[in-house]
Structure formats: structure tokens, C-alpha cells
């Protein structure tokens, strides 16, 4: 993938948001444009076309002046109407020409930043999508979405429009400065030992205006986040009358982001205001000693003329390059931002040569000495020397209290991590030496904490399995007991649920993933108390169509609730990261251990979430 330069590994590096040194010398530059490069192309045709026309205006326009010098020595010298309306017909032929040739040059150069940029956010989705849980542990989904959204934006205005104005204004002044040696050697020596003094102010002001663009592409992005993440929880920030603290919060966010492009701002008005005073002093300073020399008849006026519209020109392009300098600095700033997304490197990935897992799946999982922390708090072990198997079919309960590790357990199955030493199999293979998607292509899992995406029932229940029909999406809802309230839904199966599923219940949220889970008919279940948020007759309705979809399949079951214990093969307690206690339920009883205790607290609560209690 384009930009990867010098990927970045470790948790310390991970948080992309934390690069905010906007002072280093590396990032004075627009070198972090150059990684669009392989994006612009990809579609060769459509830069030829707007190269094409972008020199057919450019030629265009460099002409004109000589037709005014033609006409101002012969015609009107001659007195010689035809020349002159011959001349006048010329001109509005190239104003034609250079009217469509700049029409075309926009047409091309904006359809080039429209692509690109597409191409851009999808690349910058499809990489952020596979990195490791690890690098989502550290940085907010908000400022992501900002970089995907308001700094390809930029990209688009700096590939498209600005770009082409950079390019047109650069051919510009490069051929109007050598139209001028032609016309005038003497009056461009003047002209060329003033270039330094215009360039020099320009590329430091540039400077400028890129770092005061990326801290103000900081800014804006730190408020969006928080913006997303309040107006996500806005049923809890109104529960807990809390709009007035949000807004306040939200407000000085939005004031720092206008402080901080303010400062952007600033710096590039000053630049341009300094480019122009420059440019057009020296030209008006170079034109006086012309007007000298056509009073000294060594210069016709004409060719004072000619060099006049040269120097507007001239003068004109290097103005515009320096308002166009400020917008690509700022698009050098987006780049930079997505540069650090596209250079982040999962934690986890596949292997050069991933070995291929057994065929037919069986579902056999097994920890091997298993220690395992968090990158986010590597100081606090989560698994300490882990180590059980899960037979083919077998049902095993894990039990224990909030912080023993049980959800650890699942994230390392699926590969979310990896283990910092042991290892965890599946069918006999170590999944580190295995396909990622391979490996959780044979698990299905539902979690307590479900995702309901702002989608139809139909589309949510066929996540993950794309090749679902209908038929066979209704036959999951109902092994799910979900049928009867989809049935009583407006649309059915093809009503919205809005965003994370709002408009459900949320048994009927737990209801859609297992109807999910059983829909992908993996062979290895994970089941993260799918039962805690339904009610007594539901949790009834749904532990049958668990019962089912558990037959003849591994099931791994994080347990709170005895309901699902009782019918567990094996329980597995654990405590601090550690299997401190293994049987039946009974056999656990009767040990009077911590699983007794947790029992015990369950009883007398009347079937209160017995983990809780153990964890205090």
C-alpha cells in the first residue's frame, strides 16, 4: 500500500493521535503529497487529458502578449485598419480556444481528485478495519472518521483544483519569465536577481502555514471525536443532565480548532500579502527603467508592452503560487494524518506462509501456558500461565470473578491478540501460525455486549454470512425465538433498527445475534452469557434454540448464570488469570472452593449475576 515508509510497531506507537510534533524539520515539506502519486496514476488517461489542455491554455495565454506587440508596433504605426480588426479576430479565436481548454482542464483535473480521493478513503477504511483491537484500545473512533472524511477532503481540493492551479501557474511564470529574457535581456536580469528576494520570504511563510495547518487539522479532529462519542451516548448524557457540561466541553474543543486555524489563517494572509507587495514592487520597479529606455528610443512600445503583459503574467502566477503554497501545505498536513493511519501495522497478521487448518473442522481448542497483558496496561497480567483444552463437541463453562480473565480468553481465540508467551490452538494448529480469517471463519460468536448495526433485521442477522438468502435468514430468526417480535415490526425483516440497534430491546439485540451466530453455523461456538439480558420467559425461549444450536458443535460458554452451567461438560474457574478450580457443577459444590462461593452468592440473591459480588 502506498506511504509506508516507516512502519510503526509497538503500543507507544500505536496512538496516532499522539504524533503531534508539528516542529520537526521532517514535516516542513510537502513531501507527504508524494504518496499520492501512485493514486493520480492509476488513471493515466485522465492526467494526459488535463496535462493536455492544461499546457493548451497555458500556450494560449502565453501568446496574447505577442499579438499586442504585433499590433501595437504595425497596426496602429500603419494605421492599418485591417491588420488591427485581422488581430482583434485572432484574439477572440484564442479567447475561444482558451475558454475551452480551460473548461476541459477543469473537467479533468476535478474528476482526477474526485477518483482519488475515493480510492484514498477506501484504502484508508480497508487498512483501519484490519488493524488489531490493540490500535482501538488506544485511539478514538472520532478523530479516525475525521481523518477519513474532513482530511480527504483537503486531499481532493489539493489533487484536483489546487494542484492544477499549481501546475498552470508554474508554466506560467516559468514561460512568461522566459517570454521576458526574449523580449527584454537587460529588463529580466533586473527582474531574475529579484526572484530570490520574492522566493526565499515564500518558503519560510510556507513553513508556517503548514504547521499552524496540521495543528488546526489536530484541533478540529479531537472535537469531532468528542462529538461523536457524546451525541452516541446522548440517552446518558441527558439521563444525567448533563448537556450544559457537554456543550461547554464541546465549545472550548470548537473554539481551540478556530483558535488554531486562525493562527492558519493568519500566517497565510501574511504570506500572501508579502508575496504580492514583492512581486509586483519589483515588477512596477523594472517597468520604470523600461519606460526609460522607450524615452531613450532604445525600446519601441511595443515591446514595452509585450514585456508588460509578460511581467503581469509573471507576477500574477507567483502570487497565485503563493496563496496555492497554503493550500497544499495544508493538504500536506492531511496527507501527513493519513500517512500515520496507513502506516500503522496490526499487532496481528497473517504469516508469510500461514499453515492451512485441518479439514473437516472440528472445533478443539487448547491454551498451553497461556500469559497474556494488555499492550494498553502491559504492567497488569491478564492471563497468567494459562492452560486448559476443549475437546470436539464439548461444552465448557468458564466462570469466575469480574477481572479473572474469562473475556481474555475469547479475545485470544479469535485472535484478537496474541499471547506474550504460550500458545493457544485451534484443531491442533497454533493460530499465530495460522490465517487470521481463517481462524475465525470456524468460530461464531455472541457476545453480551452486542453490536446491532443502522441496518435492516434481514442485514443484520446476515452479517458475516454474505451468501445468506432469505429463506435461510428467517430459518435462523426463528431457531432464535426472534420471529415472533420481527413479525410484529412495521416492515418486518426490512425494518431499519437505527443505529446500534436503538429502536430493539435489548433481549431483542441479543435475540439477533444468535439468530447471527446460528445463521454462520461455525463449528466452534463462543458464547458470552448470550441469556444475561433477557427476561424469564425469553432467556426460557432462547436457552432451548442455545440447546440446539450447541448440539453436536465445541462450545465455549462465559457463564454467570447457573442456567447455563448446569449443562456444561466441564466448568472452568478461574481467578487473577488462573484456572483455580475444574469439574462439574456438583463436584465444584461439594469442593466448597470460590465456585461454591459464587454459587452460594447466586442463591441467596435470587439469581442475582454472581460476579460482581466476587470481584469486590
Known sequence: MPWHESPQTGPEKSKVSAVTD?????????????????????????????????????????????AVRRMVDHGFSAADSGFINNYFGMMIVMAIVLALASAMRYYYVITIGERVVSDLRRDVFAHVTRLSPAFFDVNQSGEIVSRLTADTTQIKSAVGATASLALRNSILCLGA???????????????????????????????????????????????????????????????????????????????????????????????????????????????????????????????????????????GSMGTLSEVWGELAQASGAAERLTELLQEVSQVSAPPHPKALPVPAQGGVAFSDVHFAYPSSAAKSA????????????????????????????????????????????????????????????????????????????DNIAFGSPNATRQMVEAAADAAQATE?????????????????????????????????????????????????????????????????????????????????????RILVLDDGRIVEEGTHHSLIQQGGLYAKLARLQFETGGRDFTAPAAE
Open 22 to 66: 508539528v516542529d520537526q524539520p521532517k514535516r516542513r515539506s510537502l513531501k507527504p503529497l508524494a504518496g499520492l502519486l501512485p493514486y493520480v496514476m492509476r488513471y493515466r488517461k485522465l492526467v494526459a487529458g488535463a496535462l493536455f489542455f492544461l499546457g493548451l491554455a497555458a500556450a494560449t495565454t502565453l501568446a496574447l502578449p505577442l
Open 177 to 315: 519569465m522566459a517570454m521576458m529574457i526574449y523580449t527584454s535581456p537587460r529588463l529580466s536580469v533586473l527582474v531574475l536577481a529579484a526572484i530570490p528576494i520574492i522566493v526565499f520570504p515564500l518558503v519560510a511563510f510556507g513553513r508556517s502555514v503548514r504547521r499552524r495547518s496540521r495543528a488546526a487539522q489536530d484541533t478540529l479532529a479531537q472535537a469531532s471525536a468528542f462529538a461523536g462519542e457524546t451525541i452516541g451516548a446522548a440517552r446518558t448524557v441527558q439521563a444525567f443532565n448533563a448537556e450544559g457540561i457537554a456543550n461547554q466541553r464541546y465549545g472550548d474543543a470548537v473554539e481551540g480548532a478556530y483558535e488554531a486555524a486562525r493562527a492558519a489563517i493568519k500566517s497565510r494572509a501574511l504570506l500572501t500579502g508579502v508575496a504580492i507587495t514583492l512581486v509586483f514592487g519589483s515588477i512596477v520597479a523594472v517597468l520604470w527603467f523600461g519606460a526609460q529606455g522607450v524615452l531613450a528610443g532604445t525600446l519601441s512600445a511595443g515591446t514595452l508592452g509585450q514585456f508588460l503583459l509578460y511581467s503581469v503574467i509573471a507576477a
Open 383 to 458: 492471563l497468567k500461565g494459562l492452560s486448559f483444552a476443549v475437546q470436539p463437541g464439548e461444552t465448557v463453562a468458564i466462570v469466575g470473578p469480574s477481572g479473572a480473565g474469562k473475556s481474555t480468553v475469547f479475545s485470544l481465540i479469535l485472535r484478537f491478540y496474541d499471547p506474550l508467551k504460550g500458545a493457544v490452538a485451534l484443531d491442533g494448529i497454533d493460530i499465530r501460525n495460522a490465517d487470521p480469517e481463517s481462524v475465525r471463519a470456524r468460530i461464531a460468536i455472541v457476545p453480551q455486549d452486542v453490536t446491532v448495526f443502522a441496518a435492516s433485521i434481514h
Open 485 to 569: 417480535f420481527i413479525q410484529r415490526l412495521e416492515h418486518g425483516f426490512d425494518t431499519q433498527v437505527g443505529e446500534r440497534g436503538i429502536t430493539l430491546s435489548g433481549g431483542q439485540r441479543q435475540r439477533i445475534a444468535i439468530a447471527r451466530a446460528l445463521l454462520r453455523n461455525a463449528p466452534l461456538l463462543l458464547l458470552d452469557e448470550a441469556t444475561s439480558a433477557l427476561d424469564a420467559e425469553s432467556e426460557t425461549l432462547v436457552q432451548k434454540a442455545l440447546d440446539g444450536l450447541m448440539k453436536d458443535r465445541t462450545t465455549i460458554v462465559i457463564a454467570h448464570r447457573l442456567a447455563t452451567v448446569l449443562k456444561a461438560d
